[in-house]
């Protein structure tokens, strides 16, 4: 992540709100002649100190916070720019009203989608019984890509970008989001962003040393590191995982809290939040107004 001269660690704190200018007109530069950008620009204006003051707490003693801030504002923009108009007058509503989800006369249902009804289109042809139980928001449990049989019910993502394929296409999630939101019904999506699967590709990329993802995840060149976590770490599930590491096939080893194919995400490096960024506003662009 290169600094691209904006205002550097050691004179950030002493001058906030210059920063927060600073990273406006960086951002004016490469978007704003964009139709799209004046409305975004005014909706992240309301938040942006509070964003920049919470990640502030995590990156802020880096030399590129300034830029890592400007790069995930693009991939928000870039989510924005390709968010339906539909929810994004949703947004407006939400807007108005940021507690709505909050109100006691929410009345929601949870489900997994085999379970309940076998695909993505069982589930829409239940939107009438939904609407009978008065329910107000479905829950579905994790739908996405998973390798099988290591899927730790859907916790173990391989792709945000495609679902499990017996359920149906991700064009199908996204129809019945559209169909439960048309009878009020609002869609809840799991966001599992602790971790991915070891076939995930930026798990695929670690293991290959792609300098893009290497430093995606907590990966070791011996039992060092590991064994020094390991005298205070707790096991999660010791009778099929001991220990929080897993070996690589090329003798590596890899932070793995629940499962040897649930690899911990890194996220001391910023890039992993801003690739993780992306792949939550993916989500929200299917049409979840809740993520979990």
């Known amino acids: 992540m290169a600094n691209q001269g904006l205002i550097p660690a050691s004179e950030r704190w ?103 009804a076998g695909t993505f289109k069982g589930v829409e042809a239940q939107i009438p019984y939904f609407k009978e139980l008065g329910l107000t928001y479905l829950h579905l449990m994790p739908p996405f890509l998973c390798p099988e049989p290591h899927s730790d019910g859907g916790y173990a993502v391989s792709s945000y970008r495609a679902t499990k394929p017996s359920l149906g296409q991700i064009e199908d999630l996204r129809q019945l989001a559209g169909k439960l939101r048309k009878e009020g019904i609002s869609l809840v999506l799991d966001f599992v962003f602790n971790h ?30 590991p064994d020094a976590y390991e005298r205070t770490l707790r096991e999660i599930f010791p009778d099929e995982h001991p220990g929080a590491f897993s070996q690589l ?34 989500i929200a662009n299917l049409g979840a107004e809740i993520l979990r």
């Open 14 to 116: 002493q001058t906030p709100d210059n920063l927060l200018e600073d990273v406006w007109s960086a951002l004016h530069v490469v978007h704003g002649k964009h139709a799209e950008w004046p409305e975004f620009d005014a909706r992240m204006r309301l938040h942006l100190s509070t964003l920049r003051d919470e990640l502030e707490t995590l990156y802020g003693y880096r030399d590129d916070f300034d830029t890592f801030l400007v790069e995930l504002l693009g991939v928000a923009f870039a989510a924005w720019v390709e968010r339906p108009d539909d929810l994004k007058a949703l947004d407006r509503r939400h807007e108005e009203d940021p507690h709505w989800f909050e109100s006691q006369k929410m009345l929601g249902g949870v489900c997994y989608v085999d379970l309940f």
């Open 196 to 225: 991915t699967s070891d076939e995930h590709e930026w798990a695929r990329g670690a293991l290959a040393d792609d300098p893009r993802y290497k430093d995606f995840f907590y990966i070791f060149p011996d039992r060092e590191q």
């Open 249 to 282: 096939p090329d003798g590596r080893w890899v932070w793995t809290t629940f499962h040897s194919y649930q690899w911990d995400l890194n996220y001391s490096n910023p890039a992993v939040f801003e690739a993780m960024a992306g792949e939550m506003l993916a």
